[in-house]
């Protein structure tokens, strides 16, 4: 079946600094990845995605992740936190395991920005 | 314009009673869901339309009613309502119910069961 793990559930970073949110994933098949943005009382915003195109795809707002398909893992990064970047982020594996498309939500890492 | 709206924004009612959410998205997408995020952020879809047909029925109580009266709207009913019933309800939609396409997601609509 498949799955996404989101490896932290918190993370903490001081302005300016790096910021890594980790995925990893579970699936069968070449799967379609992305990842969301939900800030407080919002609706979610795609920030990227992965489609079997480039492994290294660039987002919005900064973002980009790597897909490794040797290590099942779409991990998102930042070279440098920004205030408005705390928000709770979703790591989404979709694919057709029985022809219909759904996709599968991680538990979510919040993201905690520090002055 | 909003890509995919919601109304109500929040809904307080008590055990038992009924009640609909509306969607609508401009977006010209074939493809629209109903999400429910629960207290701890957890996300799970619960169905899907495809050209108002359902595509995505997964284990729902069945006092939960989807209705797709064109392309651009997808309506949710819930019958009898519990307190369990308390979360965000989230729409979404999408180009097509292909697994590479996007989601665009409303603002979420806030039901809060007495």
């Known amino acids: 079946a498949q799955s996404v793990t989101q490896l932290d559930s918190h993370v903490s970073v001081s302005e300016g600094t790096p910021v890594l949110l980790r995925c990893n994933y579970s699936?069968?098949?070449?799967?379609?990845l992305f990842w969301y943005v939900q800030h407080p009382n919002k609706g979610l915003q795609l920030l990227l995605k992965?489609?079997?195109?480039?492994?290294l795809v660039k987002g919005i707002n900064g973002f980009e992740a790597e897909f490794k398909k040797s290590e099942t893992s779409f991990h998102l990064t930042k070279p440098s936190a920004h205030m408005s970047d705390a928000a709770e982020y979703f790591c989404?594996?979709?694919?057709?395991?029985?022809?219909?498309?759904?996709?599968?939500f991680g538990t979510g890492t919040r993201l905690k920005v520090l002055a | 314009d909003t890509a995919v709206s919601q109304t109500p924004k929040y809904l307080v009612t008590q055990m038992g009673n009924d009640k609909s959410i509306k969607c609508e998205q401009n977006?010209?997408?074939?493809?629209m869901y109903w999400y429910k995020q629960d207290s701890k952020k957890f996300l799970k879809i619960m169905f899907s339309?495809?050209?108002?047909?359902?595509?995505i029925n997964e284990t729902v109580p069945n006092r939960f009613s989807p209705k797709s009266p064109d392309k651009a709207h997808l309506n949710l009913h819930i019958n009898s309502l519990e307190l369990g019933d308390s979360a965000v309800y989230f729409c979404?939609?999408?180009?097509?119910?292909?697994?590479?396409?996007?989601?665009?997601f409303g603002p979420g609509t806030r039901l809060t069961v007495t």
């Open positions: 979404a939609s999408s180009q097509s119910a292909g697994s590479s396409y996007e989601q665009y």
């Open positions: 699936s069968s098949y070449s799967p379609s």
């Open positions: 992965y489609t079997s195109a480039a492994t």
């Open positions: 989404v594996v979709s694919d057709p395991p029985s022809g219909t498309y759904k996709y599968i």
């Open positions: 977006l010209g997408h074939d493809t």
């Open positions: 339309y495809n050209n108002k047909e359902l595509i």
